[in-house]
């Protein structure tokens, strides 16, 4: 865009310099806070993942086991008379990072009804079988919880990333250049008018 070379101009294009380099200080900040906190989240995330893995392994082990000591039929009666119904009390809330809305999940754990199987004459894996799967439960939650969190934390550094670079390689440069190229017009006609006043003044003196 052409800039009319004015003093007003001039001032304008300083103070638009100023806010454009305080700008990209916040928003270099901001993008390394939130890299920060991504790599803090996958590292949960993770984490997550492994429990998850170790939970399910050893929950198909819990069911394998029962079905071996009670026998299919058996099994499926007694999970089906022991397991209430499952109703999730989920909380969703939010917190923020750097103006970024990310997901706060409270979890209220199940409580089940004690209930008498011994006259199903049940293996004490039941009561396993259960605790596997609730703390399966409780970890499904949690990795929604992250993995949510990962994906609008990507998705912002990725927008903080493009302000970024905006600022750094086309407004900032692009307001320099036409500080200096005002200025070198400015100076240029400064001393075009102080010749010409000098030259009038001799003029002058000379009648």
Not at 44 to 64: C, D, H, M, P, T
Not at 134 to 161: A, G, H, M
């Amino acid at each position: 865009m052409k800039i009319i070379p004015t003093k007003t101009n001039l001032l304008k294009q300083k103070e638009q310099l100023k806010l454009s380099e305080e700008g990209y200080v916040l928003m270099d900040q901001k993008y390394e806070i939130l890299v920060m906190e991504l790599m803090n989240h996958v590292y949960n995330l993770r984490s997550i993942q492994e429990e998850l893995a170790q939970e399910f392994k050893s929950g198909y082990s819990v069911i394998n086991k029962l079905l071996i000591s009670e026998g299919e039929n058996k099994s499926f009666n007694i999970l089906s008379t022991v397991l209430p119904p499952r109703d999730f009390d989920l909380n969703i809330g939010m917190r923020s990072v750097m103006g970024v809305p990310l997901p706060v999940i409270g979890f209220e754990e199940i409580k089940h009804d004690q209930v008498d199987i011994g006259i199903f004459n049940s293996s004490p894996d039941v009561d396993d079988v259960i605790e596997r799967f609730d703390s399966i439960i409780n970890l499904v939650v949690r990795y929604s919880e992250v993995f949510i969190t990962i994906w609008r934390l990507i998705r912002e550094i990725k927008k903080t990333k493009r302000r970024v670079n905006a600022l750094d390689n086309m407004f900032i440069p692009e307001y320099r250049d036409n500080i200096k190229m005002i200025e070198s017009i400015l100076e240029e006609s400064e001393r075009e008018d102080f010749f010409k006043r000098k030259l009038v003044k001799r003029k002058l003196s000379k009648k």
